[in-house]
């Protein structure tokens, strides 16, 4: 199976501020298409999770622009440009290319 | 929109079989080129893929469960459904069918099941 390892687990961010989540596989999710097989998604308290970022980079349906997805091959990364309160949550990245599909043991963001 | 809810038993015994079922609302189940699947979520394994049913009734499994799991769909009902049977404490999680689009990532969720596996 693909091992997706998250850092930082626990993400305490200042409103306003940007920040920055790492996910790494064990192995490349670069598809021969030129796509990246790797996923974002954001788990509010008490919610299902949600999708942010599908294919490494590209925003979902819905998805504020403040959201970006970044990175090729086993390192990708999820920025926020300016956090906002309502961004709370888990943020879990998958990897979509070889089933069995495998999620990172999650991101807390907190509000400082 | 697409909405989908899962229903079925919270409780179910060791030893027995979980059943859940997943209602898609918002169009049809087999129109578009989708998987649909089923995720859960315990406090000790974090998000896990069990298994996901393309409309034409094929099937791929999580291997780590795959001798336990069936995912089967009724398109006359808009449903699709989960089997694990021999469930055991391990098997207690919040269960979701989630909708896989186009880009190998799952764009709709239900709203999740508590399953708990205990006598």
């Known amino acids: 199976d693909y091992v997706m390892t998250q850092s930082p687990l626990s993400l305490p961010v200042t409103p306003g501020e940007p920040a920055s989540i790492s996910c790494r596989s064990s192995?490349?999710?670069?598809?021969?298409?030129?796509?990246?097989?790797l996923a974002w998604y954001l788990q509010k308290p008490g919610q299902s999770p949600q999708l942010l970022i599908y294919l490494g980079s590209h925003r979902a349906s819905g998805i504020p622009d403040r959201f970006s997805g970044s990175g090729s091959g086993t390192d990708f990364t999820l920025t926020i440009s300016r956090v906002e309160a309502e961004d709370v949550g888990i943020y879990y990245c998958m990897q979509g290319l070889q089933s069995p599909y495998t999620f990172g043991q999650g991101t807390k963001l907190a509000i400082k | 929109q697409v909405q989908l809810q899962e229903s079925g038993p919270g409780l179910v015994k060791p030893s027995q079989t979980l059943s859940l079922t997943c209602t898609v609302s918002g169009g049809p189940i087999n129109s578009g080129d989708y998987y649909w699947s089923w995720v859960r979520q315990s406090a000790g394994k974090g998000l896990e893929w069990i298994g996901r049913i393309y409309t034409s009734g094929i099937t791929s499994y999580n291997p780590s469960l795959k001798s336990r799991v069936t995912v089967s769909v009724d398109t006359s009902k808009n449903q699709f459904s989960l089997r694990l049977t021999s469930v055991t404490a391990a098997d207690t999680a919040v269960y979701y069918c989630?909708?896989?689009?186009?880009?190998?990532?799952?764009?709709?969720w239900g709203q999740g099941t508590l399953v708990t596996a205990s006598s």
């Open positions: 192995q490349s999710l670069l598809h021969n298409n030129g796509f990246n097989y």
């Open positions: 989630a909708r896989e689009g186009n880009w190998f990532a799952f764009d709709y």
